[in-house]
Structures are given as C-alpha cells and as structure tokens.
C-alpha cells in the first residue's frame, strides 16, 4: 500500500544543482530511516545518502560537501539538495524508505521507480 514518488530529476551542466523529493504516502504509521541511492549504467546500486527519523544523517564520501540530504516528517518526504554536481553524478536515483505500517508490525523496505539526473560536461 505504501508507495514512494520521486521528482526532481533531470538536465544539468557540471557545477549547476537540482533538488530531489520523494514523498511517501499510504498507510504509514511511522517511518524510519528514509534515503537515496544511485545507479549508474554497468554499476552496482550505491548508497548516497540516508537520514534517520531522528536526523543523523549518512552521507557516501564522493558527494559530502555537494549533496545535502533533508526530511520533513509531518510531509513524509525526504528531499536530496544535489550542488555543484559532476559528470559521474550521472545516475538513476532512487528513494529508499523504511515504513512501519501498522502497531506491531515490521518495518518493511519500500523503494520509488527512480528518476534520471543526467549531469553534461
């Protein structure tokens, strides 16, 4: 029942920014650590970013400094404030959450579809 949307995405030149949100929605009765991860052509999925409900948040070392990750609860959206982007930002990004969706119940993983930032040199 719980679905995350992406947006945000899209074209951009090396050292410009984009802001990417994903909201959740559904039945959702708390959320944990919400978070983006990438993948690019031939690569593995990779970490970028995560944030806690609390607001410790991870960072992957190849974007601290440039990525900024950010959650507003009351919304049940994470946002990624991406500056001073590179050519091998190049990815597909997605949204990770962990819902619990009832009293009692597990935490269960959810993902969005992903959405296309391409960075241009």
């Known amino acids: 029942q719980v679905q995350l949307v992406e947006s945000g995405g899209g074209l951009v030149q090396a050292g410009g920014s984009l802001r990417l949100s994903c909201a959740a929605s559904?039945?959702?009765?708390?959320?944990?650590?919400m978070g983006w991860y990438r993948q690019a052509p031939g690569n593995q999925r990779g970490l970028v970013a995560t944030?806690?409900?609390?607001?410790?948040?991870n960072l992957a070392a190849s974007v601290k400094g440039r990525f900024t990750i950010s959650r507003d609860n009351a919304k049940n959206t994470v946002f990624l404030q991406m500056d001073s982007l590179k050519p091998e930002d190049t990815a597909v990004y997605y949204c990770?959450?962990?819902?619990?969706?009832?009293?009692?119940?597990?935490?269960?993983?959810?993902w969005g579809q992903g959405t296309q930032v391409t960075v241009s040199s």
């Open positions: 990770h959450a962990g819902v619990q969706e009832e009293l009692a119940g597990p935490v269960n993983i959810h």
């Open positions: 559904g039945r959702i009765l708390s959320i944990y650590t």
């Open positions: 944030i806690t409900a609390g607001g410790t948040r």
